[in-house]
Structure formats: structure tokens, C-alpha cells
């Protein structure tokens, strides 16, 4: 059972914008930043947003970062088929004094 | 080219240990911190702990303790970290990733999960 929580699946066809939520606790997402990570199968995931929505260089403006209270969100717009992966969330857990991840949610691109 | 590049798979039996190294390359090891990561198959991420390769230090998440010790050469850009007491449970891809230093220098660790270089897995079987 993940600390945070993520929905299990996603999917938009191409050119949609997708959402991906994030839920947590105050000792997580409500007192640290929330980095996003992408993970195709069988490699390492990569960092696609973090401090809550800034992006590291090389990723798309098209991925876009949210927080608000306990909550995060990640959003793909302009939907393509090369963003068919896993997505993660994570947040540095104050009472657990390290990081805690979402269960990860899978894009479909239909 | 920056990267960290990991050890090869291990095949272990119940009660044994494991050392898997992470080799840093195209920056200083001691300008950032080493988070290990693993992932069981077709699960979620387990954070298991951090080392600062500068001074040393280190933490580790509660469920490890006792059982995991992570550890640097900077002589040689290179961070490890060995588990005993193998499981069936502890089969699992193992990533180092790379993290920030903390802003505040007062602090032991950054508390910010931006890990924007990880190694490409080790995947650690455990079975009798």
C-alpha cells in the first residue's frame, strides 16, 4: 500500500490533455515539494517535474506540474503515443524522515 | 556524458547478503547525495535510504535498519550499498539515484525527492 496515492490507469487519445492526481498528508505533499517521474518498462525512471512544477531540461513544456494543500497533479497535454509509460509521484515524508511514492498510474494513449 | 552506471544482476539464496555498486561518471560524487531505490517486480518504488559522499553520513529508512549499509569511495566515484539477511521479499530492481544537497547546511538531508540521474537497475533474485 503506497503512502500516496495515485489512480491506477489513465488514458486520452491522441492530442488530449491527460490529469494525473496525487494525494497525500500534511507530512508529505502538505509541508514538501513533489517531484514527478516517468518509467517505461524495464528502465529507470526518469525526473519529469519537480519543486512542484518546474521542469528539468529536455522535457517537454507539454507535462506540467501542480500542487495545491495535500494534493498534486501532473498533466499531459498534446497527448502522444511516445507518453504511453508509468507515471510516479513522490514527496519527502517528514514523519517517515524520507520519500514516499505513489503507486504509479499507467498512460494509455488510445 | 553524466550517468551512474550499476553493478550487474546477482542471484542469491535466502539468508545471504549483497553488495551492488553505482559508479558515478561526468560529475563530482561529492557534490550531491546517493539515494537507493528499489522496485519490486511490477511494483511501486521503496526508498531505502541516502549517503552523503562528501562527509559520509547516511540514513536509512526505518524497515532497513540494521540490515542495509550504504557506503563511498570518492577515490573512485563509487557508492554501494550491501543488504544481509536476503528474503524472498527482496527481490527487486535496485536503483542508485541522485540527489540534491541540502540548502540548509544545518540539515543532514535535503528533504526533496528531485533525483534527476538514476543508475539503469540492478536486479537482485533471491530463491533457494
Known amino acids: 500500500q503506497s503512502v500516496l496515492t495515485q489512480p491506477p490507469s489513465a488514458s486520452g487519445t491522441p492530442g488530449q490533455r491527460v490529469t494525473i492526481s496525487c494525494s497525500g498528508s500534511g507530512s508529505n505533499i502538505g509541508s514538501n515539494y513533489v517531484s514527478w517521474f516517468q518509467q517505461f518498462p524495464g528502465t529507470a525512471p526518469k525526473l519529469l517535474i519537480y519543486?512542484?512544477?518546474q521542469r528539468p531540461s529536455g522535457v517537454p513544456d507539454r507535462f506540467s506540474g501542480s500542487k495545491s494543500d495535500t494534493s498534486a497533479s501532473l498533466a499531459i497535454s498534446g497527448l502522444r503515443s511516445e507518453d504511453e509509460a508509468d507515471y510516479y509521484c513522490?514527496?519527502?515524508?517528514?514523519?517517515?524522515?524520507?520519500?514516499?511514492f505513489g503507486g504509479g498510474t499507467t498512460v494509455t494513449v488510445l | 556524458q553524466v550517468r551512474l552506471e550499476q553493478s550487474g544482476a546477482e542471484v542469491k539464496k535466502p539468508g545471504a547478503s549483497v553488495k551492488v555498486s553505482c559508479k558515478a561518471s561526468?560529475?563530482?560524487?561529492?557534490?550531491?547525495?546517493i539515494h537507493w531505490v528499489r522496485q519490486a517486480p511490477g511494483q511501486g518504488f521503496e526508498w531505502m535510504g541516502w549517503v552523503n559522499p562528501n562527509t559520509g553520513g547516511r540514513g536509512q529508512a526505518r524497515k532497513f535498519r540494521g540490515r542495509v549499509t550504504m557506503t563511498t569511495d570518492t577515490s573512485i566515484d563509487s557508492a554501494y550499498m550491501e543488504l544481509t539477511g536476503l528474503t524472498s521479499d527482496d527481490t527487486a530492481l535496485y536503483f542508485c539515484?541522485?540527489?540534491?544537497?541540502?540548502?540548509?547546511?544545518?540539515?543532514?538531508?535535503?528533504?526533496?525527492?528531485?533525483?534527476?540521474?538514476w543508475g539503469q537497475g540492478t536486479m537482485v533474485t533471491v530463491s533457494s
Open positions: 561526468g560529475y563530482t560524487l561529492t557534490d550531491y547525495y
Open positions: 519543486r512542484d512544477h
Open positions: 539515484a541522485r540527489g540534491p544537497q541540502p540548502r540548509n547546511k544545518l540539515m543532514v538531508v535535503a528533504p526533496n525527492v528531485a533525483f534527476d540521474l
Open positions: 513522490a514527496s519527502w515524508d517528514d514523519s517517515l524522515s524520507g520519500p514516499v
